[in-house]
């Protein structure tokens, strides 16, 4: 593995690699979780944060990352100040590639 010196935090590229340097996690030895297909980020101690597609409505086609309390429904609600509608979970649970990793898709609610 090589070492990046320049940065204030021990950041570690494979050796060989392109990829982008990526600091160590808080935790040692903890790694993204995949559940239910989605490959979800760990943040802090063990809570992870799932990547979410839009689909349709004012937030066509971008991904965001949520708080797993907020997807403990079935339907997830902007009530502003920037966004307002209401998404819903595809049903069957669909999964897209993006730029940002594997998200879910949930569909703007008519």
Known sequence: MQVDAGLH????????????????SP???AR???????????VGYGRRVPLILHWG??????VDDV???????????YDGPRWFGVYQRAD?????T???GSAEVW????
Request: glycine share 8%; charged share 25%; net charge positive.
């Open 32 to 42: 993204p979780r995949r559940d239910g297909g989605c490959l979800v980020p760990r």
């Open 98 to 100: 993006t730029p940002q």
């Open 9 to 24: 935090e021990e950041a570690v590229r494979p050796a060989g690699s392109s990829a982008p340097l990526t600091a160590p």
């Open 107 to 110: 569909l703007a609610r008519e």
């Open 67 to 77: 708080p797993a309390e907020q997807l403990a429904s079935s339907l997830l609600v």
């Open 92 to 96: 069957p649970v669909q999964h897209r």
């Open 27 to 29: 935790r040692r030895g």
């Open 57 to 62: 409505g004012p937030r066509h086609r971008e």
